[in-house]
């Protein structure tokens, strides 16, 4: 995951961030990663620009026959379980 700030300056207009921000979007998005943007704000109002890429989720291709098949109950890990008989011999 790739995670990019991008913060409004006193220097700066807040469209300058903006710009830059959309323009790493651009680059991300071009490159085959999943983004979003999103806009924040600090605690004394100033806006944080935020650009969150992930890698492309493949689709699993699932066979009509794998799929069909019904699953074994899984045997729980641990301790070895003794088995008692129906009946006791003496």
Do not use: H
Not at 17 to 36: F, I, N, P, S, V
């Amino acid at each position: 995951m790739i995670q990019e700030v991008f913060i409004e300056s006193p220097w700066e207009d807040e469209s300058i961030a903006r710009q830059r921000r959309d323009e790493r979007y651009g680059e991300l998005a071009a490159a085959g990663l999943d983004c979003r943007r999103e806009n924040l704000y600090t605690v004394d109002g100033r806006r944080v620009f935020l650009v969150i890429a992930t890698p492309a989720e493949e689709e699993v291709q699932i066979s009509p026959s794998a799929r069909d098949k019904p699953t074994a109950p899984r045997l729980r890990a641990g301790r070895p379980v003794r088995r008692i008989q129906g009946y006791e011999t003496r």
